[in-house]
């Protein structure tokens, strides 16, 4: 009898911690997503970059496939990030989660700024993505734009 009570709670609360593990996955990328915004305003800092790489694992891939691009590791993100520091400016971004589960959130990330152009002259852009957000351990382990 003690067992069969044992089989029907777990039955009862796995669902609920498999969706407290989901929204801990969406929580990761929610805060991402703002530790990303203030890397792209124009006071930034190295240590802004350094907060926004805590999300991401140590064996981290970011890849865009139809812009060919694809950088493994902190320290690319990194040097690539720090090139384009007070460059862009009131980054603003609006994240949309389309499904999500413990280890994969998929979302729209929507991205508007002002960019700095060779002239001073502060000029508006804007990004438009569908994004997959792999999760291991608390952290992005990979990242997959559209």
Same mark, same amino acid.
């Given at each position: 009898?003690?067992?069969l009570? $044992?089989? +029907?709670l777990?039955v009862?609360?796995?669902?609920?911690?498999?969706l407290?593990? #989901?929204?801990?996955a969406?929580?990761? =990328?929610?805060?991402? =997503? !703002?530790?990303? *915004?203030?890397t792209?305003q $124009?006071?930034?800092?190295?240590?802004?970059? $350094?907060?926004?790489?805590?999300?991401y694992?140590e064996r981290? =891939?970011?890849?865009?496939?139809?812009a060919?691009?694809?950088i +493994?590791?902190?320290?690319?993100?990194?040097? !690539?990030m *720090?090139?384009?520091?007070? $460059?862009?400016?009131n980054a603003t971004?609006?994240?949309?989660?389309?499904? *999500?589960?413990?280890? +994969? +959130?998929?979302a729209q =990330?929507d991205?508007?700024?002002?960019? @700095?152009?060779?002239?001073?002259?502060w000029?508006? !852009?804007?990004?438009?993505n569908i994004?997959v957000f792999e999760?291991e351990r608390? @952290?992005?382990?990979?990242?997959? #734009?559209?």
């Open positions: 009898m003690r067992r009570i $044992e089989i +029907v777990l009862l609360f796995f669902p609920i911690a498999a407290d593990q #989901d929204r801990d969406e929580e990761l =990328v929610r805060q991402y =997503v !703002g530790a990303r *915004s203030h792209m $124009e006071t930034a800092s190295s240590s802004d970059i $350094e907060r926004f790489l805590w999300f694992s981290f =891939v970011y890849e865009h496939p139809s060919g691009a694809r +493994v590791g902190k320290e690319k993100s990194r040097a !690539g *720090s090139g384009y520091l007070g $460059e862009t400016k971004y609006t994240l949309q989660i389309l499904a *999500s589960n413990s280890h +994969v +959130v998929v =990330v991205q508007q700024f002002l960019m @700095k152009q060779e002239n001073g002259i000029t508006p !852009g804007k990004r438009s994004t999760v608390g @952290k992005i382990a990979r990242i997959l #734009d559209y």
